[in-house]
């Protein structure tokens, strides 16, 4: 039996589940920082890692219940109704409940990375940290077939957020939301069209949005969480 234990914490916009990109690089407005453990922190762990362009951060999924044994699961990809084997998946329901994420590595130092196109929820744990190879890990003729594509994304003027919101928002918070918007992040086996307001809590602020008759996405309400 090996066992693990993180090496470092990452610190995300991300502060539930919902809301959270279902793949890294999806959303490059989504920064992250990869703070070490003080065992880990001295500049020698980092050392030449300024040389790569991308990172792997190897994650855990913490705020998943423990794996129920479920051989199968229903990936959003395939409308959430049909199933597949969990190993045929990137479900986080897994019997180990360990992520993997490619990041763009935008700065180096001691005892922090920071990281952009991250997928994560703020605190979670990074067990490891590798650097990208292109060379090996790019393969063009590799086939996926039923996830083949990356996920659509909406135009930016299909994302709508009113003047008196967007003036309240910081600039960096305002295009997160925006870019973030432009995915469906609602269930599967939801239309966006529903009619439904949704909302999640992100760098800091309660965002709310729902589906315009039109079909573009409406952010309803923003408010500066407090406390």
Known sequence: MVEIKPVAVLRTPFAEKFGVPRQSGLVMAAEGRVEFLPEFAAPEFVRGLEDFSHVW???????????????????????????????????????????????????????????????AVDGTPVYDVKPYLPWCEAKPEARSDWAKDAPPTRA????????????????????????????????????????????????????????????????????????
């Not at 705020?63 to 959003?76: D, E, K, M, S, Y």
């Not at 469906?184 to 315009?212: C, E, F, H, I, K």
């Open 57 to 119: 951060l190897v994650t855990g999924f913490h705020l998943n219940p423990p794996w129920a044994g479920a051989a199968t699961v229903r990936p959003p990809r395939l409308g959430g109704n049909e199933r597949v084997g969990v190993f045929a998946s990137r479900s986080p329901s897994r019997p180990n409940g360990l992520g993997l994420s490619l990041v763009e590595l935008r700065g180096v130092a001691a005892g922090v990375l920071t990281v952009g196109g991250v997928d």
């Open 156 to 227: 930016a003027a299909d994302v709508v957020i009113p003047v008196e919101i967007e003036r309240a928002l910081p600039a960096p918070v305002a295009a997160l939301v925006r870019q973030l918007l432009g995915l469906d992040l609602q269930p599967a086996y939801q239309a966006a069209s529903s009619g439904q307001t949704y909302g999640m809590t992100v760098a800091g602020w309660n965002v709310r949005w729902r589906a315009a008759p039109d079909g573009r996405i409406e952010v309803v309400e923003a408010m500066p969480l407090t406390g």
